[in-house]
């Protein structure tokens, strides 16, 4: 059975630092490409950045690049997203979510479990 917990949200003013981690269960880690995604109210969900399963290849969106730092612990079946310079706008849910086809994906709709995600508030 597939469990994906996301923890280490919280409150931090403008310019701090979080370090957010998906603890995973279920045996499908190390094959599956981890993806981080944000939703905050009355918008869409927007995709963060993915690191692909075996080679730990890294994407991110434009606008989070040199902030924001994914990784994944294939020991441990968790991964990571380091969040510095952390501004108003990053306030959001974030999700982490597994992609069966081990690459990791922009795209939402192409991912196949989800975490419940964590909630991230930054004050300015």
């Known amino acids: 059975q597939v469990h994906m917990v996301e923890s280490g949200g919280g409150l931090v003013e403008a310019g701090g630092s979080l370090r957010l981690s998906c603890a995973t269960s279920?045996?499908?880690?190390?094959?599956?490409?981890m993806g981080w995604f944000r939703q905050a109210p009355g918008k869409e969900r927007e995709f963060v950045a993915a690191?692909?399963?075996?080679?730990?290849?890294?994407y991110y969106k434009d606008s989070m690049k040199g902030r924001f730092t994914i990784s994944r612990d294939n020991a441990n079946d968790t991964a990571y997203l380091q969040m510095n310079s952390l501004k108003a706008e990053d306030t959001a849910v974030y999700y982490c979510?597994?992609?069966?086809?081990?690459?990791?994906?922009?795209?939402?709709?192409?991912?196949?479990?989800w975490g419940q995600g964590t909630q991230v508030t930054v004050s300015s």
């Open positions: 979510a597994a992609d069966a086809r081990e690459n990791g994906t922009p795209r939402p709709d192409e991912y196949d479990y």
């Open positions: 279920g045996g499908f880690f190390n094959r599956y490409g």
């Open positions: 690191i692909s399963a075996r080679f730990g290849i890294t």
